[in-house]
């Protein structure tokens, strides 16, 4: 395993996560709406999408020096998140740390496509992004009470880890996508299978994430109840990432995608169905954390099981923050005029059990070439 590979995974992709499940704390220090929160967090992911998708139609300009100064403008965005003063000023800094953040994930998951098992080296880069998820929600409360911005600092020491990590992990320019090289030849059907099964799982995660926080608030939850409950959850992934990794290609993609899927819709069934109390709050951060991160990896599988020359694999990214957007803009649409609990139970649901369809429908197209892919 690339371990300095796995730290810029871990620390990239939690940096930008942890502000997320701190939503409340930005709501909090600007005073401002449900539109707002969803409008923040799709211009982060939107522009990651739009960032990846460059990386898509370029992957050859990707070299040493476009990702250290994409970590090096990550780690000014996240300084810029600690000093602005203005929701519109947090917005232009949050809009440059997800295009940043954007060009460095979409070359690393290409990187770990090329590992020898690609699920085994995505679960081992999950729970070390757990791990430092439980690090950020154990550091950042204490340090809030005497530091303002206290995220933005912690979050500006794992992105100087990533910048060490980058100085020395082996970098190659990516090759551009192949037109003819695949398993078999290129089927557009299971391609929009496996686009809208993406979309559609990080949708819900896009929903869930900007909200759930802010939800345990508005309900009477205690905010430090709420930081033990995600820190718990974020916690979660370490077994699951481990779960994933051990499990690797063994028992294929649709099974333990509907694994996961079934953890999460029982937290949204939960969240449905009790009144949001403290117990409540952690069985439904726990459950959906678990399940997310299980998915994960499978994710992965799917896309290199697919991989059409690297069509699939160079576009994940770009699916994922689009998927992301979507979530976060449609659910604080509805959470500013129905209430949060409304928008997640309404969004969160419908998305997970479109994934499920895509994927089951993925599956049948290409049980053959995933049977091919795993006996490699």
Same mark, same amino acid.
């Given at each position: 395993?690339?371990?300095?590979?796995?730290?810029?995974?871990?620390?990239?992709?939690?940096?930008?996560?942890?502000?997320?499940?701190?939503?409340?704390?930005?709501?909090?220090?600007?005073?401002?709406?449900?539109?707002?929160?969803?409008?923040?967090?799709?211009?982060?992911?939107?522009?990651?999408?739009?960032?990846?998708?460059?990386?898509?139609?370029?992957?050859?300009?990707?070299?040493?020096? +476009?990702?250290? +100064?994409?970590?090096?403008?990550?780690?000014?965005?996240?300084?810029? /998140?600690?000093?602005?003063?203005?929701?519109?000023?947090? +917005?232009?800094?949050?809009?440059?740390?997800?295009?940043?953040?954007?060009?460095? /994930?979409?070359?690393?998951?290409?990187?770990?496509?090329?590992?020898?098992?690609? #699920?085994?080296?995505?679960?081992?880069? +999950?729970?070390?992004?757990?791990?430092?998820?439980?690090?950020?929600?154990?550091?950042?409360?204490?340090?809030?009470?005497?530091? $303002?911005? #206290?995220?933005?600092?912690?979050?500006?020491?794992?992105?100087?880890?990533?910048?060490?990590?980058?100085?020395?992990?082996?970098?190659?320019?990516?090759?551009?996508?192949?037109?003819?090289?695949?398993?078999?030849?290129?089927?557009?059907?299971?391609?929009?299978?496996?686009?809208?099964?993406?979309?559609?799982?990080?949708?819900?995660?896009?929903?869930?994430?900007?909200?759930?926080?802010?939800?345990?608030?508005?309900?009477?939850?205690?905010?430090?109840?709420?930081?033990?409950?995600? !820190?718990?959850?974020?916690?979660?992934?370490?077994?699951?990432?481990?779960? %994933?990794?051990?499990?690797?290609?063994?028992?294929?993609?649709?099974?333990?995608?509907?694994?996961?899927?079934?953890?999460?819709?029982?937290?949204?069934?939960?969240? #449905?169905?009790?009144?949001?109390?403290?117990?409540?709050?952690?069985?439904?951060?726990?459950?959906?954390?678990?399940?997310?991160?299980? %998915?994960?990896?499978?994710?992965?599988?799917?896309?290199?099981?697919?991989? $059409?020359?690297?069509?699939?694999?160079?576009?994940?990214?770009?699916?994922?923050?689009?998927? !992301?957007?979507?979530?976060?803009?449609?659910?604080?649409?509805?959470?500013?005029?129905?209430?949060?609990?409304?928008?997640?139970?309404?969004?969160?649901?419908?998305?997970?059990?479109?994934?499920?369809?895509?994927?089951?429908?993925?599956?049948?197209?290409?049980?053959?070439?995933?049977?091919?892919?795993? $006996?490699?």
């Amino acid at each position: 395993m690339n371990w300095p590979l796995t730290i810029i995974i871990a620390t990239c992709v939690q940096s930008v996560l942890v502000i997320q499940l701190f939503i409340e704390d930005t709501a909090r220090r600007f005073s401002i709406d449900e539109d707002w929160l969803g409008l923040l967090a799709s211009a982060e992911t939107g522009m990651a999408a739009l960032i990846s998708l460059f990386v898509f139609l370029k992957p050859s300009m990707v070299g040493r020096s +476009l990702l250290l +100064l994409s970590g090096a403008m990550l780690f000014a965005g996240n300084a810029a /998140c600690a000093l602005v003063q203005t929701p519109e000023q947090l +917005l232009i800094a949050r809009a440059v740390m997800g295009g940043s953040a954007g060009l460095i /994930c979409s070359w690393a998951y290409r990187e770990v496509l090329n590992c020898d098992d690609s #699920a085994h080296a995505q679960g081992n880069a +999950l729970m070390l992004q757990s791990f430092c998820l439980v690090v950020s929600f154990a550091v950042v409360p204490h340090l809030a009470e005497r530091i $303002d911005s #206290a995220l933005y600092w912690v979050n500006g020491g794992w992105f100087l880890i990533m910048l060490v990590a980058l100085f020395r992990v082996q970098v190659s320019a990516l090759q551009p996508v192949s037109s003819t090289t695949s398993l078999t030849s290129f089927s557009p059907l299971p391609a929009l299978f496996f686009f809208v099964g993406v979309v559609a799982l990080y949708a819900s995660h896009g929903a869930f994430d900007t909200f759930i926080a802010e939800l345990g608030s508005q309900s009477g939850v205690a905010l430090t109840d709420i930081g033990y409950a995600m !820190m718990a959850a974020c916690a979660m992934g370490i077994p699951a990432g481990a779960m %994933a990794s051990a499990i690797g290609a063994r028992l294929g993609v649709l099974r333990p995608i509907l694994l996961a899927v079934i953890s999460m819709l029982a937290a949204m069934v939960v969240l #449905a169905l009790a009144d949001m109390q403290v117990v409540i709050f952690w069985v439904v951060a726990l459950a959906y954390n678990f399940g997310w991160v299980l %998915a994960l990896p499978f994710i992965v599988l799917a896309a290199d099981a697919l991989n $059409d020359g690297g069509r699939m694999a160079s576009g994940l990214l770009m699916m994922q923050a689009l998927g !992301m957007a979507t979530g976060a803009i449609i659910s604080g649409v509805l959470a500013a005029d129905a209430g949060i609990n409304t928008a997640l139970v309404g969004v969160v649901p419908i998305a997970l059990l479109t994934s499920v369809a895509a994927f089951t429908l993925l599956n049948r197209k290409v049980a053959v070439r995933v049977e091919i892919y795993l $006996d490699r």
